[in-house]
């Protein structure tokens, strides 16, 4: 195990050993290293080269173990950690409604513990960058807690074209107040509008206008049969009916009315895909022509098996995707849905379901799905050229994971071992930026033990 006090004082210098290497962007090398200096990768390389170059270096060998660029979720929402298996075998218009009733009863401190909860979680399950979406922005202060990477995502919708404006402003205001808190270099902030259903279509131009100078948007999109009927059909559990119940009658006109189009045609008619930074998050209920918009703008696009699937949204057709070039990562979702905060699981199930559907045609490896929970991932986010693999240069974001009980050691293919058998309990090691977060404890100072009995109390005020 790394003695963190002997690192800390050496100033971050350290030769990590482990019988595997996943650099992601490179075949895997068998007994091999790694080198950390002044928080960033110095060298890769097999152990005995590396020995040899750099004999002065403190050691740590981790032994039966995989040494891998940390993991990227590119979609998650921390802020409802606590809500996790409060609303179950539902499908995804019921689960929503439910939600929705739920979160009023949260207060300011509720949210941010809440979001320290799936901090907490995410360092332990070798997590080191995330995209949040969120409104209150109780996520950027837990990253900035444990010491995480990330994009952090000021969500604003509304239904009434005449509030536009003000909640807007209201946005933009918040999102310079985060970028004052947030760490350079470590956390980001970018803007994303709510689902369609509960947006004005001005909401998306305005949005368009605001990022077209680079600042990152992310919206969920042809995430659920019912999204895609509302858009298309104008019928749906979130009609116009449902509408009129909460803002009641005597309006002009009918706040949505049936376009005729897809999820992907409906956004692409609003100007959104012309911002140079966006990810779209899920892409389930897509066709040929919507992949091809896609590409066509370069829009990155999140997938969330175990959330679509947790609530029967359906399945997103990766091999597609992938066949049109898009940059995917792997994305956790909503506790409230997928219930952990599990790369592991996330890449394990994606495998699975894709090969089920599509047999021998598009077979998907193990080496794919870890790409999109790093490289992909990175990739998607446009922040390639820092993390997401273990290239010399690359910020030091290193996780280790143990192969000791893996039913698959001693193994010939680490990729297929971290794809199908390991969790967040075999994580060893969580580095970001040099900085060790988790080395079999929590490391960054928050109270852990405060973090869950605060989460019992939440849970009891939900539940009620």
Known sequence: MLNVNAYAALGGHMLLLARYIVPVSSPHIENGAV????????????????????????????????LMPGLVDAHSHWEYSAFRGLIQDVAYADWKIALTEKEERFNDQDWLDSAL???????????????????????????????????????????????????????????????????????????????????????????RDYAMDGTPVAVHLAGSQEEYDFIRYGSSLFSVHTTEMQRGYGIDMPPWLATGVSPIRYILNWGLFQVPNLLAIHCVHVDEDDIGFLEQYDVAVAICTRCNAQLGMGIAPVPDLVRAGLRIGLGTDSPAASSTTDLFAEMRMTLLIQRAVHLKS?????????????????????????????????????????????SQAPTHDPNSAIVHTVGPDNIMMTMVGGNILYNGDHLHGVDRERVLARAEEMRIKLRD
């Open 117 to 207: 909860l799936g901090a907490l979680e995410t360092v332990r399950a070798g997590i080191t960058t995330v995209a949040d979406i969120t409104s209150t922005g109780a996520s950027l202060h837990a990253a900035k807690a444990v010491g995480l990477r990330g994009i952090f995502y000021r969500e604003v919708g509304t239904m009434e074209k005449k509030e536009v404006p003000r909640i807007l402003d209201e946005a933009y205001q918040e999102i310079e107040d985060w970028r004052s808190l947030a760490v350079d270099g470590f956390q980001y902030i970018g803007i994303a509008p709510e689902a369609l259903y509960k947006c004005h279509p001005q909401v998306f131009n305005e949005i």
């Open 362 to 406: 598009d077979f998907m490896t193990s080496a794919q799905l870890v790409r999109m929970a790093t490289l992909g991932a990175a990739e998607a986010l446009g922040l390639a050229d820092h993390i997401g693999s273990l290239d010399v240069g690359k910020d030091a974001d290193i996780i280790a994971v143990s192969l000791q009980y893996s």
């Open 35 to 66: 080198l950390v200096k002044d928080g960033r990768i110095a060298a890769v390389g097999a152990a005995a080269d590396l020995l040899r170059d750099y004999p002065n270096e403190p050691q740590t060998d981790f032994g039966l173990a995989v």
